[in-house]
T-cell receptor
Framework: DVKVTQSSRYLVKRTGEKVFLECVQD?????MFWYRQDPGLGLRLIYF???????EKGDIPEGYSVSREKKERFSLILESASTNQTSMYLC?????????????FGAGTRLSVL | AQSVTQLGSHVSVSEGALVLLRCNYS??????LFWYVQYPNQGLQLLLK??????LVKGINGFEAEFKKSETSFHLTKPSAHMSDAAEYFC???????????FGRGTSLIVHP
């Protein structure tokens, strides 16, 4: 089974802090994704990566950056956390490039910014 | 461009009743369609997918969905709801050269005893 592991289930941070959310997948998937999930808004794509050191902006990249130094690891960075970034963050991975490929999700990190 | 509309942010059924969760999509090319389920405090997991083979797709836990091109729909059904089916359900579409799915806003299924 594919396993996507997010390092923290719950995080509480203060406004202005730099926050790192880590995600690791164990199935050698080329693609990795970061979403945020908010009630009534569904999943919104923040960033994705199709290869090591490659990244593409999603629908809502403002206030976020990402890093992919190794194939299995994809990090989401909040440079200066703000209260409107309080949300559930989901990491996902998939095989390369095919439209019908399934995404595999981690359990999520619930971030509260105070 | 592609989009997904899930009708009803909440659906409430009694245990043993039919479950029907509605999904309509918009796509300029033949779509690939997915239903994912999210149980409380968990990530999403695939329930079933349509990839242009049979129009009636069977998934896990007794769920199935029918692709209807003329109606641009991919509704999810289960004949008899179980308490354990209570979860958030997401419909998603990909296609047209993009492997990144577009997700609907989700429907929360509530099952009453």
């Amino acid at each position: 089974d594919v396993k996507v592991t997010q390092s923290s289930r719950y995080l509480v941070k203060r406004t202005g802090e730099k926050v790192f959310l880590e995600c690791v997948q164990d199935m050698d998937h080329e693609n990795m994704f970061w979403y945020r999930q908010d009630p009534g808004l569904g999943l919104r794509l923040i960033y994705f990566s199709y290869d090591v050191k490659m990244k593409e902006k999603g629908d809502i990249p403002e206030g976020y950056s990402v890093s992919r130094e190794k194939k299995e690891r994809f990090s989401l960075i909040l440079e200066s956390a703000s209260t409107n970034q309080t949300s559930m963050y989901l990491c996902a991975s998939s095989l390369s490039g095919q439209q019908k490929n399934i995404q595999y999700f981690g359990a999520g990190t619930r971030l509260s910014v105070l | 461009a592609q989009s997904v509309t899930q009708l009803g942010s909440h659906v409430s059924v009694s245990e043993g009743a039919l479950v029907l969760l509605r999904c309509n999509y918009s796509s300029s090319v033949p779509p690939y369609l997915f239903w994912y389920v999210q149980y409380p405090n968990q990530g999403l997991q695939l329930l079933l997918k349509y990839t242009s083979a049979a129009t009636l797709v069977k998934g896990i836990n007794g769920f199935e969905a029918e692709f209807k091109k003329s109606e641009t729909s991919f509704h999810l059904t289960k004949p008899s709801a179980h308490m354990s089916d209570a979860a958030e359900y997401f419909c998603a579409v990909s296609g047209g050269g993009s492997y990144i799915p577009t997700f609907g806003r989700g429907t929360s299924l509530i099952v009453h005893p």
